[in-house]
């Protein structure tokens, strides 16, 4: 069974651009959460898509979207990039809810460098 | 923001030694669950623990969780230094309705020295 998916590994973007980021989950899995890793902060929960819809948000801009397709892939984009929005962004699939099967399997994150 | 908040943030101990995490939460919570990550990369998860369980084990690894206190600390017994890495504790929370949230702490970083 192959695991979470996230492409690409590493990114380096300049000030004021925008980004999309894709993972995807495990096979049959249909909840796919987004967080961003930074040293400071830690892991700060950005969205969470269940059957194509977002299930969950965290506190972050509006500059920060995501979508889920039918096939449960999921994207995450980021408009007008800010030096602060570098960090390791990291996708984690689940196969139902939180309480049922609640063990979320990671990828490998994708390391975003804004100059 | 943060649910879950682990302690110490760092622990250096010699492999064989135990060591001993701690984390503490604000909510009420379905489960709890350790995760470990190696330098950089993606999280595994360890062990899970429900809200009416007092404590598991996997292995090298016990948990506790007490309610009462909002807390539940990840102990491995007889470390390695392949046991390396940083370790988080996250937990389900509810939202309303059926809907649930997987929210982390900071971690603790944890070298195992040869």
């Known amino acids: 069974k192959a695991g979470v998916t996230q492409t690409p590994r590493y990114l380096i973007k300049t000030r004021g651009q925008q980004v999309t980021l894709s993972c995807s989950p495990i096979?049959?899995?249909?909840?796919v959460s987004w967080y961003q890793q930074t040293p400071g902060q830690g892991l700060q929960f950005l969205f969470e898509y269940f059957s194509e819809t977002q299930r969950n948000k965290g506190n972050f801009p509006g500059r920060f979207s995501g979508r889920q397709f039918s096939n449960s892939r999921s994207e995450m984009n980021v408009s007008t990039l800010e030096l602060g929005d570098s960090a390791l962004y990291l996708c984690?699939?689940?196969?139902?809810?939180?309480?049922?099967?609640?063990?979320?399997?990671f990828g490998q994150g994708t390391r975003l460098t804004v100059v | 923001s943060q649910q879950g908040e682990e302690d110490p943030q760092a622990l250096s101990i010699q492999e064989g030694e135990n060591a001993t995490m701690n984390c503490s939460y604000k909510?009420?919570?379905?489960?709890l669950q350790w995760y470990r990550q190696n330098s950089g990369r993606g999280l595994v998860h360890l062990i899970l623990i429900r809200s009416n369980e007092r404590e598991k084990h996997s292995g090298r690894l016990r948990v506790t969780l007490d309610t009462s206190k909002k807390s539940s600390s990840l102990l491995i017994t007889a470390s390695r230094a392949a046991d390396t890495a940083s370790y988080f504790c996250?937990?389900?929370?509810?939202?309303?309705?059926?809907?649930?949230?997987?929210?982390f702490g900071k971690g603790t970083l944890l070298t195992v020295n040869p």
């Open positions: 909510t009420s919570i379905n489960n």
């Open positions: 996250a937990t389900v929370s509810p939202q309303g309705g059926s809907n649930y949230k997987l929210t």
């Open positions: 984690a699939s689940s196969s139902e809810g939180w309480t049922t099967k609640p063990e979320a399997f």
């Open positions: 096979s049959g899995h249909r909840s």
